[in-house]
Structure formats: C-alpha cells, structure tokens
C-alpha cells in the first residue's frame, strides 16, 4: 500500500537534546512538507522540499533542519534552539509542487519537551 | 490577515443532524484550489476534496456536500445526517501561486453525539 509513514508515533525530549523525526513517502512523489500544529490552531509550514537534495524554509523554520538525500525520505530535526518545541508535527508529501497538487499527510509525530 | 478563516471553533450535534462548516478564503489570485480535510483523533489529515477556482460547481459525495461561492469567497462544507463517526476537527486550506503552499484555516472541531 502507498502512504506516508512518519515514527515514532510519541517523543519525549529533554531540554538541550536535538530530535530526529523521520517521515518515508512511497508514493513516488517529488515535493514533501514538514508542518507544525499547536493545539487549536492550524498547520504551519516548516520547510519544505521540491526535489532531491533541495530544500527551502518555510513559514516557521527556525530552530529546525531538515535533509533530502532521498526522495522517499525527508528526516526533521528539532534542535536545541527551537524554544517550544512540544507540538504536533505532520509530514505531508505531493507529486509536485505546482498548485495543483493535493498534499497527503502521513500519521503524525508528537513531541513533548520534558 | 488571516487567508482562510474558519470562524466556528467548535459545534456539537446531535446524531442524523445535518450541519455546515463554514470557510471563507481571501486571494488576489485568480487561479487558485480550495481543499477540505479532515483530522480525527487519531492525528493523520485526511483528504476529502479539492476545488479549483473556475468550478464554482456545488459536489456531493454521499452524505458529504460542498457550496463554493465566489462572489462571497466561501467554500463551505455539509454534512447531512451527521454521524458519531464524523468526530473529527475539519481543515479548509488556501493553495495559490506557482508554489503549492497551502494556507490553513485554524479548524472547526466538530462533536456528534448519540
């Protein structure tokens, strides 16, 4: 089955401690997302990539990273400089990044700063 | 400002009770998509719909229906004869430009009760 599958399902983080979160995409699309959601609010854009080996900031990009070496991976790290850090973050993927294109989203990653 | 706004934060009903979710988008674009998704507790957004800017055509799809006005930049979604399983928190986004960037409204969490 295609999808998008994004692990761990729950991370819990110490203050100081970088995190990776890992999201795979095996629907052969080019553009994948990384998104932010705070409770009661909607989704915020991180960064996003539109091909292998590239990648651009979005709306929230401070104090994360991100790398495409592969275009069914897009790992995102949460470094020590993100000062809020616990929320939940989304993994979306498109066939392109043109506006036509609808994004799909895999399962979900929750952080909890400790 | 805000470029999709969701005003309803929360609406409770009662089973077989039809209910409206209501966005309203704002674009100087002329082309642009419209697109609705849905967030049950389990985290992952589900797709349901996706709308361009020239198809101002209402969609019905079983119990689910869409009303998309121009003239008032809403594109408002129905439930007829609501169900416990349509718990959920219901996204309406914004995609415009040459980038697939989506703009999300901050949700409308919808309870049905038995």
């Known amino acids: 089955d295609g999808g998008i599958t994004q692990s761990p399902k729950y991370l819990f983080r110490k203050e100081g401690q970088n995190v990776t979160l890992s999201c795979e995409q095996n629907l052969n699309h080019d553009a994948m997302y990384w998104y932010r959601q705070d409770p009661g609010q909607g989704l915020r854009l991180i960064y996003y990539?539109?091909?292998?080996?590239?990648?651009q900031k979005g709306d929230i990009a401070e104090g994360y990273s991100v790398s495409r070496e592969k275009k069914e991976s897009f790992p995102l790290t949460v470094t020590s400089a993100q000062k809020n850090p616990t929320a939940f973050y989304l993994c979306?993927?498109?066939?392109?990044?043109?506006?036509?294109?609808?994004?799909?989203f895999g399962p979900g990653t929750r952080l909890t700063v400790l | 400002a805000q470029k999709v706004t969701q005003a309803q934060t929360e609406i409770s009903v009662v089973e077989k009770e039809d209910v409206t979710l209501d966005c309203v988008y704002e674009t100087r674009d002329t082309t642009y998509y419209l697109f609705w998704y849905k967030q049950p507790p389990s985290g992952e957004l589900v797709f349901l719909i996706r709308?361009?800017?020239?198809?101002?055509q209402n969609e019905i799809s079983g119990r689910y229906s869409w009303n998309f006005q121009k003239s008032t930049s809403s594109f408002n979604f129905t439930i007829t004869a609501s169900q416990v399983v349509d718990s959920a928190v219901y996204f309406c986004a914004l995609s415009e430009g040459n980038f697939n960037k989506f703009y999300f409204g901050s949700g409308t969490k919808l309870n049905v009760k038995p």
């Open positions: 979306a993927s498109s066939m392109g990044t043109g506006f036509l294109d609808t994004q799909y």
């Open positions: 709308r361009n800017s020239f198809d101002e």
């Open positions: 990539s539109q091909i292998v080996n590239d990648f």
